[in-house]
């Protein structure tokens, strides 16, 4: 993707998602372009990150009621789509979100953590791609797709357009990566040291 002054980023929520699958992405391009902004004060805001779901408002796991930013028609409009995991049982049966993860934008990367990776799968994102998700899930991604090359060994695998990430906090590691990849590495640095987090990078 080449490179832009700013980037719609949209995180699906929906029943039963992990917390910090859509909450550790949405501090880091939240953070990042705050960091930006003290940079440089008089650009337009780098990220803008949207909550996108079917209802106005989601049950995460433990029972955290989360409200949505918007609906799914605003997919068209994303340069960054994330899927976070969960319990993604009932979402994977529903044709018309597998089709709408399948069908974001060409320009949109699309990028899961944890079980999100199921979803990708599921709509093809993935197909003859490498790809990782949580541990305990490895197996049954292999077993459900073969035609995805399952990495059990890094946290996050970047293939190009389709991101992937291991298990809840991976997922941050992979936004900063995208961080990276879309606003350079300075400020991905600069975030993670605005959020005392420590990145681990891909060996």
Known sequence: MQRRSHYRVGIFVFEQMEVLDFAGPFEVFTTAARVRARQDPDTPPLFTVRLLGETTSVRARAGLL??????????????????????????????????????????????SVCTGAFLMARAGLLDNARATTHWEDIADLRQQFPQVTVVSDQRWVDEGRVVSSA????????????????AGRELAMATARQMEFDWTEAD
């Open 66 to 111: 989360v409200h949505t930013d918007g609906d799914l028609d605003e997919g068209d409009q994303l340069d960054l789509l994330i899927v976070p995991g969960g319990v993604v049982n009932e979402e994977m049966d529903k044709p018309h979100i597998i089709q709408w993860i399948q069908n974001a934008p060409p320009h949109c990367l699309v990028a």
């Open 167 to 182: 298990g809840i906090s991976a997922g941050i590691d992979m936004s900063l990566h995208l961080v990276e990849r879309l």
